[in-house]
């Protein structure tokens, strides 16, 4: 067990629609990174959060949207999705604000299936 | 543009036997260079990582990776593989654009399975 969670851990919906997967990072971790793994992508970085504030970006779709709040949850918010957007979601926390300094730490992932 | 190839992947090798994973990139510096693992149906756990230094760096699980500039490559090895290392295997590429934030680059990963 990472220490890190994430809800839901499936979630099944409909194109054209909008979900928000959450993630709590480890305590005392203060930078969260969103990762999307699909079979034809591969894992793919999408974005890190570090202490509420956005710190890097990768391959994030204009349509995808993510936030860390106060208390250093953070969401990943999905919109107008498409079948495309089928994937695992994961999320993870490390202590720092430089993703190459600090290790990473997974959590099991959010299984996302548009229809 | 940056990029991370992993040229295997699919791997087999029988419990006990020697195994190199390898890893390549592209990018004009040295990047930041990481092996995570990841077992069916779990998340990613970060095996080794090398930032400078030692060009042999070891990790967890008997793992090792050597870093080699000429060849811009960081394979992994292990002496001897277990039925328990069956997994996939990513290669990862921290990497600063001279515009832009920080950037981490996956390669495809490299399924390994292992003989009893």
């Known amino acids: 067990d990472s220490g890190v969670t994430q809800t839901p851990k499936h979630l099944i919906t409909a194109t054209g629609q909008r979900v928000t997967l959450r993630c709590s990072p480890r305590s005392g971790d203060l930078s969260v990174y969103w990762y999307q793994q699909s079979l034809d992508q591969g894992l793919q970085f999408l974005i890190q959060y570090y202490n509420g504030e956005e710190r890097a970006k990768g391959n994030i779709l204009e349509r995808f949207s993510a936030q860390q709040f106060p208390d250093l949850h953070s969401e990943l918010n999905l919109s107008s999705l498409e079948l495309g957007d089928s994937a695992l979601y994961f999320c993870?926390?490390?202590?720092?604000?430089?993703?190459?300094?600090?290790?990473?730490?997974f959590g099991p992932g959010t299984r996302l299936t548009v229809t | 543009a940056q990029s991370v190839t992993q040229p295997d992947i699919h791997i087999t090798v029988s419990e006990g036997a020697s195994l190199e994973l390898r890893c390549n990139y592209s990018y004009g510096a040295t990047p930041y260079l990481f092996w995570y693992v990841q077992s069916p149906g779990q998340g990613l756990q970060l095996l080794l990582k090398y930032f400078s230094g030692d060009t042999l760096v070891q990790g967890i699980k008997g793992f090792e990776a050597e870093f080699k500039r000429s060849q811009s490559s960081f394979n992994l090895r292990k002496p001897s593989v277990h039925w328990s290392d069956a997994a996939e295997y990513f290669c990862?590429?921290?990497?600063?654009?001279?515009?832009?934030?920080?950037?981490?680059?996956f390669g495809t990963g490299t399924r390994l399975k292992v003989l009893a």
């Open positions: 990862a590429v921290g990497v600063l654009p001279t515009s832009g934030t920080y950037k981490y680059i």
């Open positions: 993870a926390s490390s202590v720092g604000d430089h993703p190459g300094s600090y290790e990473q730490y």
